[in-house]
């Protein structure tokens, strides 16, 4: 069996190069320009689509049904352990001392104490498991710009910066540096089989027009963990209130 991230990386380096020069300087100013290439996308999104609903979905609905509840917790751990080190380098990267010092720490706890990252033993001791820095994070902090959005074959949702980002990431990710073939392969599968586990619930959350809502969720999502979870919240800011009237002095209902 081949790993696919070993494959993907050859045929990606060339092109993220390229990329990197043509649009490192290019911003997004409006939202309408967030998706130029929306047709090419949509028609990869249903390629992505279609290969979830008859490959990893039944794969991944055996794997849930044969599985113990305990041991896809453990398996759940184990991947959130061996993230916590290209994390951790990435939070060097971004010159946050603190964020890479709470990564190393938990890898160091769980992977001794916690039996290899089984069991999520750093949240006992004040570190709890926060959300992860990537090459994409970084570059983000860096000042390049996220570039329009982009739907990669069987990858999924991400923008030219985050594609950019992705063979730093998988060089950056131990699970890369396995040496033995099946093992490194059955490895990897079994990761994307427990990314798409975790999925299973919030897909029933999925409404109208499954290609838009899946890209606002990732650029949004995107931009919270860019930002540390610092998001302004325009939430009602094209509203026009004057026709509810004034409010009291106190605070009180217009109506």
Do not use: C
Request: proline content about 5%; charged content about 25%.
């Amino acid at each position: 069996m081949i790993d696919p991230r070993r494959v993907a990386l050859r045929w990606i380096m060339v092109p993220a190069v390229l990329l990197l020069f043509s649009f490192s300087g290019l911003a997004l100013a409006d939202d309408e320009f967030e998706d130029p290439w929306e047709d090419f996308n949509r028609r990869i999104h249903a390629f992505n689509m279609t290969a979830d609903r008859f490959v990893l979905k039944p794969v991944t609905r055996g794997y849930r049904f044969i599985t113990p509840k305990f041991v896809q917790a453990g398996v759940r751990n184990v991947f959130n352990n061996v993230l916590e080190v290209p994390s951790a380098l990435n939070g060097v990267l971004q010159g946050k001392p603190g964020s890479a010092f709470h990564d190393s720490g938990r890898f160091l706890i769980n992977s001794t104490v916690g039996v290899g990252g089984l069991f999520d033993v750093a949240k006992h001791v004040g570190l709890e498991n926060g959300d992860h820095e990537d090459f994409g994070q970084t570059l983000a902090v860096w000042g390049f710009d996220r570039g329009p959005y982009l739907v990669l074959p069987i990858l999924g949702s991400s923008t030219v910066r985050d594609t950019l980002a992705l063979p730093v990431d998988w060089l950056s990710d131990p699970l890369f540096y396995v040496d033995h073939t099946r093992t490194r392969n059955s490895t990897v599968a079994l990761y994307y089989i427990n990314k798409r586990s975790e999925l299973m619930e919030l897909e029933k959350h999925l409404t109208g027009d499954h290609y838009i809502f899946i890209r606002d969720a990732y650029l949004q999502r995107r931009d919270f963990l860019v930002n540390d979870g610092e998001v302004e919240d325009d939430f009602g800011a094209d509203m026009d209130m004057s026709e509810y009237g004034d409010f009291d002095e106190e605070g009180g209902d217009p109506f």
